[in-house]
């Protein structure tokens, strides 16, 4: 069923989801075919620390969800990678509001994936990451209940 889908499909399948709205994430654009992500957070100044800044816990945890889902979308949600090890580079301080996030399936063999990615705010990129990944299998999910079908059981 999902082979088929389109790029386009999959993200307006997985921007109508009701489960996964940390940082208000939006998918912008994809490419599985690449394995790249183009991604949209809009962060809240609760995930700021006193300084104003968002916090470095949150802003890699945004840049882990871009990369991560890069490799997704490509597997067209069958597979997930679980983080074994990330290096974020923090550039720039991150404020609240619009932050983009790109994805990039670096190198993915049977069992490892390599993935990089960044955050950009104000046209200046303020992150960079990389990581590397175990392949997992995704657990099953019910596209209904994840798009908000309130008859779904």
């Not at 962060?43 to 300084?51: G, W």
């Not at 301080?93 to 049977?110: D, E, L, R, W």
């Given at each position: 069923?999902?082979?088929n889908?389109?790029d ?34 809009d ?5 700021c ?16 969800d ?45 069992n ?18 990389s ?19 309130t008859?779904?059981?």
């Amino acid at each position: 069923m999902m082979d088929n889908i389109s790029d386009s499909d999959l993200i307006e399948l997985f921007n109508k989801n009701q489960l996964f709205r940390l940082f208000n994430l939006t998918v912008l654009e994809v490419n599985t075919k690449e394995g790249t992500i183009k991604v949209e957070f809009d962060v809240d100044e609760k995930f700021c620390n006193p300084a104003g800044d968002v916090q470095g816990g949150i802003v890699s945890g945004m840049v882990d969800d871009a990369t991560a889902l890069a490799f997704i979308f490509q597997n067209k949600f069958r597979k997930r990678p679980p983080t074994i090890e990330l290096k974020t580079n923090f550039l720039y301080p991150t404020k609240p509001g619009k932050v983009i996030g790109y994805g990039n399936v670096v190198k993915s063999g049977k069992n490892i994936v390599f993935l990089e990615g960044s955050l950009e705010q104000n046209n200046k990129t303020v992150v960079t990451a990389s990581s590397t990944c175990v392949i997992a299998d995704m657990p099953q999910i019910n596209f209904k209940k994840m798009i908000g079908d309130t008859n779904a059981k």
